[in-house]
T-cell receptor, first 115, second 112 residues
Framework: EAGVAQSPRYKIIEKRQSVAFWCNPI?????LYWYQQILGQGPKLLIQ????????DSQLPKDRFSAERLKGVDSTLKIQPAKLEDSAVYLCASSLLGQGRYEQYFGPGTRLTVT | EDKVVQSPLSLVVHEGDTVTLNCSYEVTNFRSLLWYKQEKKAPTFLFML????IEKKSGRLSSILDKKELFSILNITATQTGDSAIYLCAVLTLNTGNQFYFGTGTSLTVIP
């Protein structure tokens, strides 16, 4: 089966600019996650979708970050305006979350550098 | 506050050595604990543990969960250079739509 797709793979922007990331989960996976992974740290959950509804966005900096999952499939994560501390890898993951299958499958990530 | 702590933070061993990685957790509404291997890109799934005392094994890797003492270990025997990676522990809870909490990872380097 095809894995989780993400684009772009790399992005360099200046602070105060905006950026958007795209994710296409594994077909049939209702749950989609966006994580931020700063170098040397574990992934930190930004937002979790179940189909096209938000389940948890408690750690999403809503003044600058937004995400949507229209039609319950693809998702986009946007940062506007970006800050230096947003430099990180942004990982998208999907999961069945049910029938005993809770493991997440991760995409290759987008490495964002804010200068 | 829910948290997952991994130790050691980093480890350097020689090929053929056996290593043990630790993961302890304090979470509400625990469901399962998962181990991932992260090389230069995205984490890949290794094991999911839900019940205490039942070892999961895949080749040279094995893992076990202790729900009483709230920890898990990941063992790698006869290490190879290809085992060099960051090993992440994540705890899945029943909180608000099944939340995952990740540890900071253990960086393993295997020297030839």
């Amino acid at each position: 089966e095809a894995g989780v797709a993400q684009s772009p793979r790399y992005k360099i922007i200046e602070k105060r600019q905006s950026v958007a990331f795209w994710c296409n989960p594994i077909s049939g996976h209702a749950t989609l996650y966006w994580y931020q992974q700063i170098l040397g740290q574990g992934p930190k959950l930004l937002i979790q979708f179940q189909n096209n509804g938000v389940v948890d966005d408690s750690q999403l900096p809503k003044d600058r970050f937004s995400a949507e999952r229209l039609k319950g499939v693809d998702s986009t994560l946007k940062i506007q305006p970006a800050k230096l501390e947003d430099s990180a890898v942004y990982l998208c993951a999907s999961s069945l979350l049910g029938q005993g299958r809770y493991e997440q499958y991760f995409g290759p990530g987008t490495r964002l550098t804010v200068t | 506050e829910d948290k997952v702590v991994q130790s050691p933070l980093s480890l350097v061993v020689h090929e053929g050595d056996t290593v043990t990685l630790n993961c302890s957790y304090e979470v509400t509404n625990f469901r399962s604990l998962l181990w991932y291997k992260q090389e230069k890109k995205a984490p890949t799934f290794l094991f999911m543990l839900t019940s205490s005392g039942i070892e999961k094994k895949s080749g040279r890797l094995s893992s076990i969960l202790d729900k009483k003492e709230l920890f898990s270990i990941l063992n790698i025997t006869a290490t190879q250079t290809g085992d060099s990676a960051i090993y992440l522990c994540a705890v899945l809870t029943l909180n608000t739509g099944n939340q995952f909490y990740f540890g900071t990872g253990t960086s393993l380097t295997v020297i030839p």
